[in-house]
């Protein structure tokens, strides 16, 4: 099962919550506060298109910078 991250507006903490995938999107309750936790974007999916495509432009070092695309 993924690993999802949830961040709370109201105590504005990050948590980690592992679901199955259909329950994905369904917010949970922080368990800090108790208030609404959404699902926040990871750095780990936030940046896997961009290192599983390959693509370089060639203008650096790292696969996909500013200047790409």
Known sequence: ???????CPDCK?????????????????CPFCGHKAERA?????????EINDGSSCGACSTISCGSCR
Do not use: C, D, F, G
């Not at 099962?1 to 961040?7: D, F, H, I, R, S």
């Not at 903490?13 to 309750?29: C, G, V």
């Not at 974007?41 to 298109?49: K, M, P």
């Open 41 to 49: 974007l990871s750095v780990t999916a936030r940046y896997s298109n």
């Open 1 to 7: 099962m993924p690993l999802y991250e949830y961040y």
């Open 13 to 29: 903490l990050k948590t980690e919550r592992i679901k199955p995938i259909e329950q994905h999107s369904r917010a949970i309750n």
